[in-house]
Nanobody, 122 residues
Framework: QVQLVESGGGLVQAGGSLRLSCTAS????????MAWFRQAPGKEREFAAW????????YYAVSVKGRFTISRDNAKNTVYLQMNSPKPEETAVYYC???????????????WGQGTQVTVSS
């Protein structure tokens, strides 16, 4: 089982850029599919992006497609979320998650990080 730690959150202006990182402990990182979710205050956790174990396949929520990019470096046990042109309504706690298959629902993921706060100012 891996443990996940997110970093890179903070305050960013709308239209700017921010890169989130999620570093895993354990030897089996490269066997897991990884995803980023986000949760705004008073709202349910929602899917943002997914990447296959090799990094060869990705999938995005419609709301972030074309602006956010998910990637991974298995040698560094790290998955990234590059956020370009974020919007104020995307202010949320961003979580990375590990799971065994492609999924956009949070219940399919068995391991979660503690989250990192992203605040987008207008």
């Amino acid at each position: 089982q891996v443990q996940l730690v997110e970093s890179g959150g903070g305050l960013v202006q709308a239209g700017g850029s921010l890169r989130l990182s999620c570093t895993a402990s354990g030897r089996t990182f490269n066997s897991y599919m990884m995803a980023w979710f986000r949760q705004a205050p008073g709202k349910e956790r929602e899917f943002a992006a997914w990447i296959s174990w090799s990094g060869g396949s990705t999938y995005y929520a419609v709301s972030v497609k074309g602006r956010f990019t998910i990637s991974r470096d298995n040698a560094k046990n790290t998955v990234y979320l590059q956020m370009n042109s974020p919007k104020p309504e995307e202010t949320a706690v961003y979580y990375c998650a590990a799971g065994p298959r492609f999924a956009t629902t949070s219940s399919e993921y068995h391991t979660w990080g503690q989250g990192t706060q992203v605040t987008v100012s207008s």
